[in-house]
């Protein structure tokens, strides 16, 4: 049991980081390579603005008021990222806003350094024991807040983009910016609310790795595990950010615990690249004319 638990929780985190990837690239067709610094930036906004609260450590008022206003910064974060950069490179070729998400990245990991000093420090939230294992281990509060966090978020995403008027615009200026805003589709909207959202399930995915384990500059490594399971389940689908992400968590898990915790590491790679030769544009990703140079 405790073993499906740990790869559930572990998957779960990855689907979230996925899905902000995927929702970015849906919109634009903009890989987001700097996914993971945004997660763990966003953790440790979460962390100072715990200290500040007096939410950090403990439960009620504090720390409600501590998630809302991690919520809402990491919105207005993605908001502020696409209106002050990435609008400005609308119809420039996408390997050129690629570049600047990288550029972005190197700016974030630059300012853990200096704003937090490269600090490891710990969100000391919901780690009360539910249930202890006969093997062993444990199941936490945050583990089951994990996998709570992860139906809620995706079954939103779900409701959001096939019961509201605002996600059937998105959805058709993914499919065709040109003819959705000949139709009266403000496409500026739908990038800035993508980038929100995008950023938000990031800093709810470092949250949630950050209550599990230390954070560090370190921990921004977690991004590629999510652009792994994007890739995996395909970049323009959020169904397959949860397969991919099931899949990473699971490789690695059982590598880890079975085979060698060094060999961990490597092997989601090496399932990605298996997908991407049976493929290219994964399990669930709709098939694309690939430009071959």
């Known amino acids: 049991m405790e073993f499906l638990v740990s790869i559930l929780v572990l ?13 970015v690239y849906k919109a634009s067709r ?3 390579f700097a996914h993971g610094e945004l997660a763990i930036v966003g953790a440790y906004v979460f962390y100072s603005a715990g200290i500040w609260s007096g939410g950090a450590s403990s439960s009620g008022p504090a720390l409600l008021l501590t998630i809302v206003f991690t919520a809402v910064i990491s ?3 993605g908001i502020a990222i696409y209106l002050a950069l990435m ?24 300012m853990i350094v200096v704003v937090w000093n490269a600090r490891s420090v710990g969100i000391n939230v919901g780690r009360q024991t539910l249930h202890t294992y006969t093997e062993g281990g444990r199941l936490t509060l945050i ?7 992860g139906v809620v978020f995706f079954a939103a995403m779900f409701l959001f983009f096939h019961t509201t008027r605002l996600g059937r615009q998105f959805r058709g200026a993914a499919e065709n910016p040109l003819l959705a805003s000949q139709r009266q589709v403000n496409v500026n909207l739908i990038l800035a609310l993508a980038w929100g959202t995008a950023v938000f399930s990031a800093s709810l995915a470092g949250v949630l790795f950050g209550s599990r ?7 921004t490594i977690i991004g590629l595990s ?14 397959g950010a949860v397969l ?31 997908v991407m030769c049976w493929r290219p544009w994964g399990v669930f990703g709709t098939p694309e004319e690939l430009n071959r140079v």
């Open 11 to 23: 998957g779960t985190t990855y689907a979230l980081l996925a899905a902000g990837i995927v929702i």
């Open 30 to 32: 903009v890989v987001n």
């Open 75 to 77: 919105a207005l974060f």
């Open 87 to 110: 609008r400005r490179l609308l119809g420039q070729p996408t390997f050129v806003a690629a570049m600047v998400t990288i550029g972005i990245a190197i700016i974030l990991k630059a």
């Open 143 to 149: 583990d089951l807040v994990t996998i709570i966090a």
């Open 213 to 219: 384990s230390m954070l560090s500059p370190q921990g």
């Open 226 to 239: 999510g652009l792994t399971a994007a890739m995996v389940g395909g970049l323009d689908s959020l169904r």
């Open 244 to 274: 991919g992400g099931f899949l990473v968590a699971a490789a690695t898990y059982v590598t880890a615990r079975l085979i060698s915790p060094a060999l961990a590491d490597a092997v989601p790679f090496a399932i990605l690249l298996i």
